[in-house]
């Protein structure tokens, strides 16, 4: 693999399987573990993965995002009326360069997390995610009815 950091996405689905938006997710944990987790950039694809194994077996997760992301008064409103997200995927990958990063080119896919039937069940709007740090982030807890993920690395890159 590149030495590009992973990088991690969500992206919401309606029940046509209609794109309903999509954000980066900075970190994502159980809720019991949630103060340990660190930055997706930090961490290898295999404790990506035991993450999203212990979230998929607890049913539960809360993941972090952008204070000032667009999806945040979306989310604030699915959970205001009590509406479920009908698919919600995580996608760990890569860019190949920079460069690429930069002009938001496609990147390659490694590992996508599915999870169905998602019910947001806390939002912390503008928080600080570490006590050390000035930037404000928005924190999401969900719960789930059901998950399931696939592996995309092989002979072959695909590109989502």
Do not use: C
Not at 57 to 70: R, T, Y
Not at 122 to 137: G, L
């Amino acid at each position: 693999m590149s030495q590009m950091p992973l990088i991690l996405v969500a992206a919401m689905f309606d029940e046509k399987q209609k794109l309903m938006g999509g954000f980066d997710v900075w970190t994502v944990s159980t809720t019991e573990h949630y103060y340990s987790a660190k930055d997706i950039d930090e961490l290898d694809r295999n404790l990506v993965f035991m993450q999203f194994t212990a979230i998929r077996i607890k049913g539960q997760m809360i993941f972090v995002l952008s204070a000032g992301d667009s999806q945040v008064s979306v989310l604030q409103n699915l959970k205001s009326t009590r509406r479920k997200i009908p698919v919600l995927q995580f996608q760990l990958g890569h860019y190949p360069n920079r460069r690429a990063q930069v002009e938001d080119k496609p990147y390659y896919i490694l590992d996508k997390f599915t999870f169905m039937d998602v019910e947001i069940s806390r939002i912390w709007p503008s928080v600080k995610q570490y006590a050390t740090e000035e930037e404000r982030s928005t924190l999401v807890e969900v719960k789930f009815a059901d998950s399931d993920v696939q592996d995309f690395e092989d002979e072959k890159k695909r590109i989502r």
